[in-house]
């Protein structure tokens, strides 16, 4: 399998009681995606598998080539998980 890395689509709209109190609200994770890297680097590819631009995404801690043998994604994760990228991924094993 090629190597690839794992990102977040965020939603970074402040949530209405976040807004309303003035505190600063993490980005919640809307949707994970895998993307393979750049040609000639390790960095994030222009777009995921699923076709999606990576420019507005951010680079997830879980590396998958550290974690042999289990899903592409962190388990935390699994019901955020991009129905396209992980066809992909399926097809990739």
């Given at each position: 399998m090629r190597e690839i890395i794992?990102?977040?689509e965020l939603d970074r709209a402040p949530a209405a009681a976040g807004a309303a109190s003035g505190g600063d609200e993490a980005p919640v994770v809307r949707q994970v995606h895998a993307a393979p890297t750049a040609p000639g680097s390790s960095a994030v590819g222009p777009r995921t598998f699923c076709g999606k631009d990576t420019f507005a995404m951010e680079a997830?801690?879980?590396?998958?080539?550290?974690?042999?043998?289990?899903?592409?994604?962190a388990p935390e994760y699994a019901d955020r998980v991009c129905g396209g990228c992980d066809a992909v991924m399926e097809d990739e094993s």
């Amino acid at each position: 399998m090629r190597e690839i890395i794992v990102v977040f689509e965020l939603d970074r709209a402040p949530a209405a009681a976040g807004a309303a109190s003035g505190g600063d609200e993490a980005p919640v994770v809307r949707q994970v995606h895998a993307a393979p890297t750049a040609p000639g680097s390790s960095a994030v590819g222009p777009r995921t598998f699923c076709g999606k631009d990576t420019f507005a995404m951010e680079a997830a801690p879980w590396k998958p080539s550290e974690h042999a043998g289990s899903s592409w994604y962190a388990p935390e994760y699994a019901d955020r998980v991009c129905g396209g990228c992980d066809a992909v991924m399926e097809d990739e094993s």
